[in-house]
């Protein structure tokens, strides 16, 4: 049977890594291996009880960095770890389904040629309860409309994902080989999931969407993901992505995904639903940084 390693850089709150844990000890398939990575987040609890988990199950590991390296650098010591032909980089408060490593599992069967594997999923906000925010209801707006299983590559893929990156990171199932060649660019904190699946797909690979329902996606204001969208660093990377992806795209002779990354469209408008969430919450030093990247 196939063994899936599931990655899991931590740095956050305590409960919602206890249940994104318990979801993979839950798992169907029992053929996974789990491997923690805490990036020096400040409470003896994790390592209290990540340890004693794994006392307890041969499947889990647990390990902390001697110094935080930061989300970029956690992946791709995450990714190093990796032994497995397919693997999973796991939100640190995210929920797998049950079926979760079955459906990925029976979709790179049928793909063999898959580079990555978007299941469905439903978001959660910190409560566990169903939610449907501004970004999620844009993401189903444009992500491919299939009622069954269907794949994407080349510059179809790439087009379709900067018009809007409906796909969601921590529930991706991604083939080691690809990625491990590919890596996880420096230099990306926030966008370092679409700058691995444009590679992806500007190699002519291979991303299968399947819309059985397997991972539950937690948006919370405290998730780093957040924080950065409004204090406004989130756009100055996504601003700075977007200028290389249209530079790259145009050389590739892919006028599509070329237009779709100069006009970033629903970058800007996420920028432009954040202005009135910084307002509110006090953060007016993120205004420049929010509407420079709305008009630039």
Known sequence: MTTVDIMFPYYG????MKAAVNSVLTQRNPNWRLVII???FPDPEPERWLTE?????????YQRNE???GANGNYRKALGLVETEFFVMMGADDIMQPNYLDVIL???AAYPHADVVQPGVQTINENSVACNTLPDRVKKAYAPKATGISTLSGERMATSLIRADWAYFPSLAWRTETVKRLGFREGYD????LALLLDIAAENGTMVIDPELAFLYRRHMGSDSMVKALN???FNEERRFFQWQAK?????GWKSSARAARNRFTSRLNALSLMGQSIAKGKFNSLGTLGKHVVS
């Open 248 to 252: 790259r795209f145009s050389e590739l």
């Open 38 to 40: 805490d990036d020096g």
């Open 190 to 193: 926030v966008v370092q999931d």
């Open 67 to 69: 110094k935080n390296l």
């Open 13 to 16: 709150d305590v409960d919602l």
């Open 53 to 61: 988990i794994a006392s307890r199950d041969s499947r889990v590991t």
């Open 106 to 108: 029976r979709d790179f």
């Open 232 to 234: 406004g660093y989130r």
